[in-house]
């Protein structure tokens, strides 16, 4: 009954592959993200999507790419993987406006690039 | 646009102590607060949040926050913590009418025996 998953949980890769990192959701949310988490702890949102359209979109190199097929799923793909792209990796949802605001978080992807 | 800023990055503290973990944001909207907090190698869950109303908010975990619009900050508190509180705590700051919600720096509890 896990509310927010990921999946891989560790991620281990060469410098220039493609990876792909998945979430879903089944707490009936409309809206989902992902953030970055580096070594400091600090936390930076990459996308948002409501409803599958993209809402935010920060400053990310075109190697990230969000895609979300549906409501409860919005998966990340990133070409050529750089070192600096080793962080872990959240992705959340939130309920519709008139909700309660609050983020739900999954447990997180370590991606690390060798 | 918001920001926050959490003023301490590390707090050490004795376990049955009281705790205060001080967070401040700036904003030229009404805002929404919240505080996280995060285990290791774990996902940020909701402690608390302010929406509107009472400023004195009570969370999970024994732990309450103080909403004060005045002197824009919203300190989080404890009064007697235990080992298990040792953890990374996230302040964070929503416009009432936008999408994205801005997280503080993070502080890390640190409860000592």
């Known amino acids: 009954d896990t509310a927010v998953s990921q999946t891989p949980k560790y991620l281990v890769t060469q410098m220039g592959n493609d990876k792909s990192i998945k979430c879903e959701q089944n707490?009936?949310?409309?809206?989902m993200y992902w953030y970055k988490q580096d070594s400091k702890k600090f936390l930076k949102i990459m996308f948002s999507?409501?409803?599958?359209?993209?809402?935010i979109n920060e400053t990310v190199p075109n190697r990230f790419s969000p895609k979300s097929p549906d409501k409860a799923h919005l998966n990340l793909h990133i070409n050529s993987l750089e070192l600096g792209d080793s962080a872990v990796y959240f992705c959340?949802?939130?309920?519709?406006?008139?909700?309660?605001?609050?983020?739900?978080f999954g447990p997180g992807t370590r991606l690390t690039v060798t | 646009a918001q920001s926050v800023t959490q003023l301490d990055s590390q707090v050490p503290v004795f376990e049955e102590a009281p705790v205060e973990l001080r967070c401040n944001y700036s904003s030229s909207v009404s805002v929404y607060l919240f505080w996280y907090v995060q285990y290791p190698n774990q996902g940020l869950q909701l402690l608390l949040k302010?929406?509107?109303?009472?400023?004195l908010v009570k969370g999970i975990n024994g732990f309450e926050a103080e909403f004060n619009k005045s002197q824009t900050s919203f300190h989080l508190r404890k009064p007697s913590v235990h080992i298990s509180d040792t953890a990374e705590y996230f302040c964070?700051?929503?416009?009432?009418?936008?999408?994205?919600?801005?997280f503080g720096a993070g502080t890390r509890l640190f409860v000592k025996a």
């Open positions: 999507y409501n409803n599958k359209e993209l809402i």
């Open positions: 707490l009936g949310h409309d809206t």
């Open positions: 302010y929406l509107s109303g009472s400023t």
């Open positions: 959340a949802s939130s309920p519709p406006s008139g909700g309660g605001h609050e983020q739900y």
């Open positions: 964070a700051v929503k416009g009432t009418g936008g999408f994205k919600t801005i």
